[in-house]
């Protein structure tokens, strides 16, 4: 680390996020922004060709090819026997990719071949993310590799231009917030619950201009695929960047991977890692308290993330609304998913679910909801779907035998990639149609025009698909 | 970058909050479309109806707003997705400025990247400005308004002056139209002894050969 660092630790007590920022400054510009270095830049299928034009246009090379990675993503389809390159667009943006990195001298994980997968689930699987490393993509899920001590944010394509010719950012730095999640999780929350009811208690801009740390004894207790779906869905309440301070958690999921560090690299890593945490008498902009006990199962019955609420409530009802605009967003919101003011969200029949995504699509998310499946069926009227994260997720699912316990109970078991969570390889809801996900976002027509989405968490979507409508409590065996 | 110095035209008014990029721009439509040809599927949800006719009561298909350049809207606008593409798309549809008591924090990078003004006024300036605008429009009469970026102010018919806050660094740019890989690459030096230190203390970044 630079020598300012060394100074800086001295003289305050900083956040894990200041020791992050404070590392990477290559130019401290004086007005609250700086120019940062990038330790990893992760390039895919819709963010690269167009970056790669640009700079192809602007005769400009790529400064640091060595600290950046690409994978074809999002529109490859998920078909259990695919090339990738099926729907109309997908051949020419996976091709835009394939002939950039090469011509550039970057490594790419291509379709079906091991290291491949959705960015954010093979950015920490592989090791490229590491504790105190900056991590940059063309994707607002960014956020997700915060989960391992690392700071991360999503870009437009003309930065990822400028990261590729320069390996740096210009980014103004952020307010901090800490969110402290405290008691007990109740029996079937996961870290899916967490999120989804921060966000709703908080709003879905309450994180905006903010780095959000998550922390706390709920957080120190979570799995690393636990704290990767927490920091994952840290833009959808605004937040551009997560982070959860890195521990022995961490350093035992990581040590070992493919890109991870080794032997003596390896010990001196880790100790430079301890020094990632908070210092105790550190400030903070904004300070939130979470009661995990006070969190239940939750389901969104709109079309926000904030629109969430527990699987045994009712949807709002616009007559009780605080102010005539929330009670327009309600109404608006209620009618793009077919629901009535203030019915009980559980019972309403589903079409769709879909097991996948950045957020929950993980070795221990599909392992977790498959306990829930074992010797179940799905309901004849739903087409249930699981898209493992990576390819290598896929294997190794499939050498646990996860992949039998999903198709024997009726689920149709895909190939790796982003799929219905964004439909950009054409895999849609159909309108009207409703869908229980795992994935993050519930926008209007966001996994395909006129389709209705529920977020939810792996074992409450396996829940619904097998009572083929939502449930209102988990079953016994899902809450063991 | 194009310079940007003043944004004058007719204000359509969209009163929601959380207008995220997914409604701006669909995935589809980006993924197949050149950049240059986005505008006309801009905030398509909003638009069209189900049957692809245009939605007569959306205020941007109405005579007198059709074409308007600055666009006033709810809190958060822009959250979501980190494409570009939904800056490219407001812009193909002729949308100069948004102004709106938020942004996502993405969304508004990009649209400084592009010359699309983002302007933040207080939640209580653009309620004001939405009733003014909005009742004008009951009376199927568009308001002016007129963005000043040196000076940071927005005019409007209504009532005196907002000033909103902009970084310098940002102004700076959309005033002389900065390029901002030309300017950091005034800063090569920096950025080639940053990484000669960090490849010695942090060997673990750049070592990535892999196994």
Same mark, same amino acid.
């Given at each position: 680390?630079?020598?300012?660092?060394?100074?800086?630790?001295?003289?305050?007590?900083?956040?894990?996020?200041?020791?992050?920022?404070?590392?990477?400054?290559?130019?401290?510009?004086?007005?609250?922004?700086?120019?940062?270095?990038?330790?990893?830049?992760?390039?895919?299928?819709?963010? +690269?060709?167009?970056?790669?034009?640009?700079?192809?246009?602007?005769?400009? =090379?790529?400064?640091?090819?060595?600290?950046?990675?690409?994978?074809?993503?999002?529109?490859?389809?998920?078909?259990?026997?695919?090339?990738?390159?099926?729907h109309r667009w997908?051949?020419?943006?996976?091709?835009?990719?394939?002939?950039?990195?090469?011509?550039?001298?970057?490594?790419?994980?291509? $379709?079906?071949?091991?290291?491949?997968?959705?960015?954010? $689930?093979?950015?920490?699987?592989?090791?490229?993310?590491?504790?105190? %490393?900056?991590?940059?993509?063309?994707?607002?899920?960014?956020?997700?590799?915060? !989960? /391992?001590?690392?700071?991360?944010?999503?870009?437009?394509?003309?930065?990822?231009?400028?990261?590729?010719?320069?390996?740096?950012?210009?980014? #103004?730095?952020?307010? @901090?917030?800490?969110?402290?999640? *405290?008691?007990?999780?109740? =029996?079937?929350?996961?870290?899916?619950?967490?999120?989804?009811?921060?966000?709703?208690?908080?709003?879905?801009?309450?994180?905006?201009?903010?780095?959000?740390?998550?922390?706390?004894?709920?957080?120190?207790?979570?799995?690393?695929?636990?704290?990767?779906?927490?920091?994952?869905?840290?833009?959808?309440?605004?937040?551009?960047?997560?982070?959860?301070?890195?521990?022995?958690?961490?350093?035992?999921?990581?040590?070992?991977?493919?890109?991870?560090?080794?032997?003596?690299?390896?010990?001196?890593?880790? *100790?430079?890692?301890?020094? /990632?945490?908070?210092?105790?008498?550190?400030?903070?902009?904004?300070?939130?308290?979470?009661?995990?006990?006070?969190?239940?199962?939750?389901?969104?019955?709109g079309t926000s993330?904030?629109?969430?609420?527990?699987?045994?409530?009712?949807?709002?009802?616009?007559?009780?609304?605080?102010?005539?605009?929330?009670?327009t967003a309600?109404a608006q919101a209620l009618e793009y998913m077919g629901?009535?003011? +203030?019915?009980?969200?559980?019972?309403?029949?589903?079409?769709?679910?879909?097991?996948?995504?950045?957020?929950?699509?993980?070795?221990?998310?599909?392992?977790?909801? *498959? !306990?829930?499946?074992?010797? #179940? #069926? $799905?309901?004849?009227? $739903?087409?249930?779907?699981?898209?493992?994260?990576?390819?290598?997720? @896929?294997?190794?699912?499939?050498?646990?035998?996860?992949?039998?316990?999903?198709?024997? !109970?009726?689920?149709?078991?895909?190939?790796?990639?982003?799929?219905?969570?964004v439909g950009a390889?054409e895999e849609r809801v159909a309108p009207g149609q409703r869908c229980?996900?795992? %994935?993050?976002r519930n926008f209007v027509g966001r996994q395909g025009p006129g389709a209705r989405t529920?977020?939810?968490?792996?074992?409450?979507?396996? !829940?619904?698909?097998?009572? +083929?409508?939502?449930?209102?409590? /988990?079953?016994? @065996?899902?809450? *063991? | 970058?194009?310079?940007?110095? &003043?944004?004058?035209?007719v204000a359509a008014p969209l009163p929601l909050a959380n207008v995220d990029t997914d409604v701006i721009i669909r995935i589809e439509k980006l993924a197949q479309l050149p950049r240059e040809q986005l505008g006309a599927w801009a905030l398509a949800p909003l638009r069209f109806l189900p049957d692809g006719s245009e939605n007569p009561a959306f205020v941007l298909n109405q005579p007198g707003w059709r074409g308007a350049p600055v666009l006033v809207s709810g809190?958060?606008f822009g959250c979501g997705s980190?494409r570009e593409h939904a800056v490219w798309a407001l812009q193909g549809m002729g949308i100069e400025?948004v102004?709106a008591?938020?942004?996502?924090?993405?969304f508004?990078?990009?649209?400084?990247?592009?010359?699309l003004?983002?302007?933040?006024?207080?939640?209580?300036?653009?309620?004001?400005?939405?009733?003014?605008l909005e009742?004008?429009r009951?009376?199927s009469?568009p308001?002016?308004?007129?963005?000043?970026?040196?000076?940071? &102010?927005?005019?409007?018919?209504?009532?005196?002056?907002?000033?909103?806050?902009?970084?310098?660094?940002?102004?700076?740019?959309?005033?002389?139209?900065?390029?901002?890989?030309?300017?950091?690459? &005034?800063?090569?030096?920096?950025?080639?002894?940053?990484?000669?230190?960090?490849?010695?203390?942090?060997?673990?970044?750049?070592?990535?050969?892999?196994?």
């Amino acid at each position: 680390m630079s020598s300012n660092h060394a100074g800086a630790a001295r003289a305050a007590p900083r956040t894990l996020f200041d020791k992050l920022w404070d590392s990477h400054v290559v130019v401290d510009f004086g007005d609250g922004s700086a120019l940062l270095h990038v330790d990893r830049h992760l390039v895919h299928d819709l963010g +690269g060709p167009p970056a790669f034009s640009d700079l192809e246009r602007r005769g400009l =090379p790529v400064l640091s090819p060595e600290l950046t990675f690409s994978t074809p993503d999002h529109v490859v389809s998920s078909a259990p026997d695919r090339t990738g390159s099926e729907h109309r667009w997908a051949e020419g943006l996976i091709a835009g990719l394939r002939e950039g990195s090469r011509k550039r001298g970057i490594r790419l994980f291509d $379709v079906n071949q091991p290291g491949h997968g959705i960015v954010h $689930v093979i950015g920490p699987e592989l090791g490229l993310t590491l504790p105190g %490393s900056l991590v940059l993509c063309g994707d607002s899920h960014t956020s997700t590799h915060g !989960a /391992l001590g690392a700071i991360a944010w999503g870009i437009g394509t003309t930065e990822i231009g400028h990261v590729l010719a320069t390996q740096t950012i210009v980014q #103004k730095r952020p307010r @901090r917030m800490r969110i402290t999640i *405290a008691g007990e999780l109740r =029996p079937g929350v996961e870290a899916k619950d967490l999120i989804l009811a921060i966000i709703a208690r908080l709003g879905a801009a309450s994180g905006t201009g903010y780095a959000v740390e998550f922390a706390g004894p709920v957080v120190e207790q979570l799995d690393m695929a636990g704290r990767l779906t927490i920091c994952n869905m840290a833009i959808e309440m605004g937040a551009r960047m997560g982070m959860i301070a890195p521990d022995d958690i961490t350093f035992d999921w990581l040590k070992g991977r493919r890109f991870a560090p080794r032997g003596i690299q390896w010990h001196e890593a880790v *100790a430079s890692w301890r020094e /990632l945490v908070t210092d105790p008498s550190a400030r903070f902009d904004r300070e939130e308290r979470i009661d995990a006990a006070t969190i239940a199962p939750q389901i969104t019955w709109g079309t926000s993330p904030e629109h969430s609420i527990a699987l045994d409530q009712r949807v709002p009802d616009p007559a009780s609304a605080p102010n005539a605009a929330t009670a327009t967003a309600i109404a608006q919101a209620l009618e793009y998913m077919g629901l009535q003011a +203030g019915q009980a969200i559980a019972g309403t029949p589903i079409d769709r679910v879909f097991i996948g995504s950045c957020t929950n699509s993980r070795l221990e998310d599909l392992r977790c909801a *498959a !306990a829930a499946v074992r010797g #179940k #069926k $799905v309901a004849p009227h $739903v087409t249930a779907w699981v898209v493992p994260g990576s390819e290598d997720v @896929r294997r190794a699912a499939e050498r646990e035998g996860l992949d039998r316990i999903y198709t024997e !109970a009726g689920f149709h078991w895909r190939s790796p990639g982003c799929s219905m969570c964004v439909g950009a390889n054409e895999e849609r809801v159909a309108p009207g149609q409703r869908c229980v996900s795992t %994935s993050n976002r519930n926008f209007v027509g966001r996994q395909g025009p006129g389709a209705r989405t529920h977020l939810a968490s792996p074992v409450v979507a396996v !829940a619904c698909a097998i009572a +083929g409508h939502i449930v209102g409590e /988990l079953p016994a @065996r899902s809450v *063991a | 970058m194009k310079k940007v110095s &003043t944004i004058s035209g007719v204000a359509a008014p969209l009163p929601l909050a959380n207008v995220d990029t997914d409604v701006i721009i669909r995935i589809e439509k980006l993924a197949q479309l050149p950049r240059e040809q986005l505008g006309a599927w801009a905030l398509a949800p909003l638009r069209f109806l189900p049957d692809g006719s245009e939605n007569p009561a959306f205020v941007l298909n109405q005579p007198g707003w059709r074409g308007a350049p600055v666009l006033v809207s709810g809190a958060n606008f822009g959250c979501g997705s980190s494409r570009e593409h939904a800056v490219w798309a407001l812009q193909g549809m002729g949308i100069e400025c948004v102004i709106a008591p938020s942004f996502g924090d993405i969304f508004r990078s990009n649209c400084f990247q592009n010359g699309l003004l983002a302007v933040q006024l207080s939640e209580a300036d653009v309620q004001r400005l939405l009733a003014f605008l909005e009742e004008g429009r009951q009376r199927s009469q568009p308001a002016r308004v007129s963005i000043d970026v040196a000076t940071q &102010t927005v005019r409007w018919p209504g009532g005196p002056d907002f000033s909103f806050p902009l970084e310098a660094r940002r102004r700076a740019a959309l005033l002389q139209g900065l390029d901002e890989i030309g300017v950091t690459q &005034t800063f090569q030096a920096q950025i080639d002894a940053w990484q000669a230190r960090d490849r010695a203390s942090r060997p673990w970044i750049w070592d990535v050969e892999g196994v």
